[in-house]
């Protein structure tokens, strides 16, 4: 597949803003994706974990984990739907060909998870009070998390097939046959997606502190639930941590060769210095993680942490496919449409600020109050602020539409 083959396959309209600006919009919301698979998965093994347990606060926090999980799916299946977009716009001629040679793959991603999230929520329901009962049906959260995985494990592979045109021929028609059912998923490499999902146990453990954090600030503190949180959260971070760092380094020695500079750069080094820095939060802030905000800090810093790890893996990508088959993802033709951007980053700023302010405000306050939770006139007047801005956005969105399509 040669490069001219390559620019061949791109949208002849071009792209409606600076390549540059979906790139780094996909980094984010990548690195948003990954942390909400990551602490759905984390949440997902400790309620298994814990929910057949004697001891009492294990089944305490499985009960609490499992609806961490529940909600942390659907954040994972719409936060992963914004790296989708960005991918295909940038990258194209590479992301859909991989579809194509997969495409039985790309529609059973659907219908597995499917299957994953009705799994765990059966186990949900057979599960009303895990605290005081003990969890019933436990493999229906083995099977949830084994389909869960098994979706993550196409997306990479489908990530992973469109680094390599030398090989779709050979795929498409292998021994010059060709095999158009698309039923084969072509390539994958287990040290890489071992770790994406070993960053799950240091991601979940900076969760567990955020969580202890939070139940402190409540009025109704159960000492000795959260003085036992603590070294479990430590735990995960420093063991999860090392085998995360393991299979990185792992997946780095696998690298094929078109990709072996990468391993040694000091592109790499700064991905495995942030995640260093993650780990190294709780055991330098100590007793400053039970005060005020503090015992938040390692999740954000977490967070920025696989932002990095995520921008790493683009260079990755971005110059393998220039060094190698001549592709530079930045000189898409730009077709600016100023519209289309504003009306992105507004939804995303405006739109998206004060329903998420709304959202974590209710979930803040009704986790701190005893009782029934009523909100304040402030509160309420936000949530209709939100529900009003989403009214303006829909109106706008169909008026623009009949202007055009009336033109
Ligand atoms: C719920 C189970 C899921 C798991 C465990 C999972 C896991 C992963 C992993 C491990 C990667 C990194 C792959 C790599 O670079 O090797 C990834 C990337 C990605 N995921 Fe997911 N994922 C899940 C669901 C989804 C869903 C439902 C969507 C879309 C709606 C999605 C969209 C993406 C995209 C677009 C990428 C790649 C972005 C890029 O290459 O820039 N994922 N996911």
Redesign the pocket.
Known sequence: MNTDMLYALRDPAGVPSHPLVFLIL?VIT?AL??AA?QV??GAGALTLRGAFSAHAHWRRLAAAMLTTSKIA?SV??VI??A??L??QVVYDPFWYTSNVLSAWWVIG?IFL?IA?YIALYVFYWKNHDIAADGGKGGLWLVASLAM??G??FI??SL??QMLFPEQWMAWYAPGGVVQPNGQALHYW?LP??GF??ALSAPVTGAWLYAYRRYLQASSHVDASFITWLAPLAQKLMLVGGVVAVLLGAWWMATLPEKMAWFALSPWSLVALLALLATVSVPLLLGKRMDQGLWGYVTFAVGAVALIVVGAM??VL?YVTLLGSHGYDALDYRINMDWYSTGLFFSTFGVLGGVTLAYLITVAWQAGQTEGTYTPSPAVNRLGSMAIGLLVLWTVSYFLVGFYVWAR
């Open positions: 996909g990548f994706h990954m698979v759905m998965l799916v994972a299946v992963g739907v790296p989708l960005f991918v991603f998870l994953g869960l995985l979706v993550g997306v990479h990530t992973n490499n890489r997606f994406f999902i893996r683009e990508r």
